[in-house]
């Protein structure tokens, strides 16, 4: 997550596009049993990402469900995404880490 101005655009255009009209944020789900394995399934172009689990998002009485084709989810999030709500999601994922089987484009 990049800002909390980007997140919310994100969720607004996830809900827009989404037949479900979920507002969320992009994520991808891996059922591995290391990041290293999570990063090297994901190959997605970001330099940097940063790591959550399913279970604790939902502890925190958020969601995860699948969408488009897999890996792709969405991560459920309170609307509007006000500070405390940004703050939140802030605390659910790991600080950011070098991505090092980024796609090149």
């Known amino acids: 997550m990049s800002s909390h101005e980007e997140a919310i655009a994100s969720a607004e255009t996830a809900e827009a ?11 991808e789900c891996f059922d591995v049993p290391s990041v290293d394995d999570a990063l090297r399934a994901c190959r997605r172009p970001n330099k940097m990402v940063r790591i959550s689990t399913a279970a604790r998002i939902r502890a925190a009485g958020l969601d995860v469900v699948p969408t488009l084709d897999e890996p792709h989810g969405t991560m459920v999030v309170p609307k509007p995404l006000d500070a405390d709500a940004w703050n939140l999601l802030q605390r659910l994922f790991e600080g950011p880490i070098e991505n090092p089987y980024r796609l090149r484009r």
């Open 17 to 27: 596009a989404l037949d479900e009209q979920i507002y969320g944020l992009s994520v």
